[in-house]
């Protein structure tokens, strides 16, 4: 099983109206869910982090060696165990990036200069930190602003 991100390499060209870059930019999409080996993430539970995929191949199976219980195995454990073994709680996500100046030609030959955000890297982050993050970054700018109202 492979571990980390799916990291898919992408090319695509910057446009503005008629202005449009002369050769592509080479980039990383991240895409799908990570996959982890056991012990990479805490309180882990199961033989191996799953993708969404495999997790339902895997619910499947266990519903039907247990044919007297209609629900699968993992939801009869406890609700943290539950969230460490649900693969949409890790997701795959822009990791390392840079902004990269761009010339754009434009058809009446003047050229335009942009900086554009380009992923090179993609890293596997937990959905509960970055909400938590979010939260965080959101409740500090509200307390600048209103320190600033008071001033």
């Not at 446009?15 to 991240?30: A, H, Q, R, W, Y």
């Not at 519903?63 to 219980?69: A, F, T, V």
């Not at 902004?99 to 890293?123: A, E």
Request: glycine fraction near 6%; charged fraction near 30%.
């Amino acid at each position: 099983m492979d571990t980390g991100c799916h990291e898919l390499r992408s090319k695509r060209y910057i446009s503005d109206g008629l202005c449009t870059t002369p050769k592509p930019i080479n980039e990383v999409v991240c895409a799908g869910w990570c996959m982890m080996p056991p012990g990479q993430i805490p309180g882990q539970q199961s033989p191996t982090f799953m993708s969404k995929i495999h997790w339902q191949e895997w619910a499947t199976r266990q519903k039907q060696k247990k044919s007297g219980s209609a629900i699968p195995t993992p939801f009869l454990i406890s609700n943290d165990t539950i969230a460490t073994l649900l693969p949409q709680t890790w997701r795959c996500t822009d990791g390392a990036s840079k902004k990269r100046r761009v010339t754009l030609i434009c058809k009446d030959g003047s050229r335009r200069v942009y900086r554009v955000k380009v992923v090179r890297r993609c890293k596997c982050t937990n959905r509960q930190e970055q909400k938590l993050k979010g939260k965080n970054e959101r409740t500090r700018r509200r307390l600048d602003r209103s320190k600033k109202g008071n001033a």
